[in-house]
């Protein structure tokens, strides 16, 4: 699922981005676009920080719980890294 809405996220970003290079934002549409990509960055972060907490938990041992951990914080950094451009879309400033 994780994977799922972070795909979402960046796909939509990317369209958004598309659009504001090209001069096609909608701004009445905009405060609607960035808040369902948040949403959907948040939905990614919940379920990271479940199996992150799963994998501290020990509900998986050995290769499995390093190959979980490995992977939750490659997705903590990926939605950090999708999550910044919401602060500053460029060219909207």
């Known amino acids: 699922m994780t994977n799922?809405?972070?795909?979402?996220?960046?796909?939509?970003l990317a369209e958004l981005i598309t659009a504001a290079k090209s001069g096609a934002i909608i701004p009445?549409?905009?405060?609607?676009?960035?808040?369902a990509i948040e949403a959907l960055l948040i939905q990614a972060d919940q379920t990271f920080e479940e199996?992150?907490?799963?994998?501290?938990?020990?509900?998986v041992s050995g290769d499995?719980?390093?190959v979980m951990l490995e992977n939750a914080e490659f997705m903590k950094t990926a939605i950090h890294e999708l999550?910044?451009?919401?602060?500053s879309p460029p060219g909207l400033h």
């Open 4 to 12: 799922q809405a972070l795909f979402q996220a960046q796909q939509q």
């Open 28 to 35: 009445i549409r905009l405060p609607s676009q960035l808040e």
């Open 51 to 59: 199996t992150l907490a799963e994998a501290n938990r020990g509900k």
């Open 64 to 66: 499995a719980q390093t």
């Open 83 to 87: 999550r910044t451009p919401m602060t």
